[in-house]
């Protein structure tokens, strides 16, 4: 494929997924705050599948969708920039580990693969939850249970819903790189 081509190609694939991780943002927050970022699972694949610029892009646009469907709990305008473009930007943090991950898929080396993209999906998800963390004790702090420090109620809501969610990312990387490994490698 000439070059125009495959960044054209890249560029629609970073739409779908963006799409499609807003998509998912729509499953209902069963547990209130506590719940997954189901989203987080396309993007961060992705990531891994285009890299660090695609995959921070794809993240951008995800963010920016809760803003165009009304989906944005506003408390302050540091509070949703960090919350909303700072964290979703993160996502794509996952793409950095892309060429290593890669490079032992190509090799058929699944064991390594696994490592390197949990790698970076405990990256994406942590730097994320670091952010969500930090706003939570700063702007959320007042729906603490009573009694309860801000920090010590931030540190259990993010911590729980970004566990939760690298356990969803770390388990979709475990059944699609043994059986659909050649998702992640761009034909030449
Ligand atoms: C303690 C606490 N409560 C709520 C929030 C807000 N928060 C948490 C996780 C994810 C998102 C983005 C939308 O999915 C938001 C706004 C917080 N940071 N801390």
């Known amino acids: 494929m000439s070059s125009k081509n495959s960044q054209l ?22 547990a209130s705050w506590f719940t997954p970022s189901f989203g987080a699972v396309p993007v961060v694949l992705f990531a891994l599948r285009r890299g660090p610029k695609y995959g921070t892009l794809a993240g951008l646009i995800w963010g920016l969708l809760h803003f165009i469907l009304g989906k944005v709990w506003y408390l302050a305008l540091s509070q949703v920039i960090i919350e909303y473009i700072i964290t979703f930007i993160s ?6 580990l892309s060429a290593p991950f890669q490079n032992a898929l190509s090799k058929d080396n699944k064991g390594r693969a696994l490592i390197y993209s949990t790698i970076g999906a405990t990256l994406a998800v942590f730097v994320r939850y670091f952010w969500h963390y930090v706003a939570g004790f700063i702007f959320w702090g007042s729906y603490a249970p009573k009694g309860m420090s801000p920090y010590l109620y931030s540190l259990s809501v993010n911590g729980t819903a ?24 761009v034909k030449k």
């Open 162 to 185: 970004g566990l939760l969610t690298l356990v969803f990312v770390i388990l979709a990387l475990a059944i699609i790189i043994p059986t659909q490994g050649k998702i992640f490698l």
């Open 91 to 96: 996502m794509g943090l996952a793409g950095f």
């Open 9 to 30: 190609s890249a560029l629609i694939e970073t739409a779908l997924v963006a799409a499609f991780a807003m998509a998912l943002s729509y499953i209902p927050d069963f």
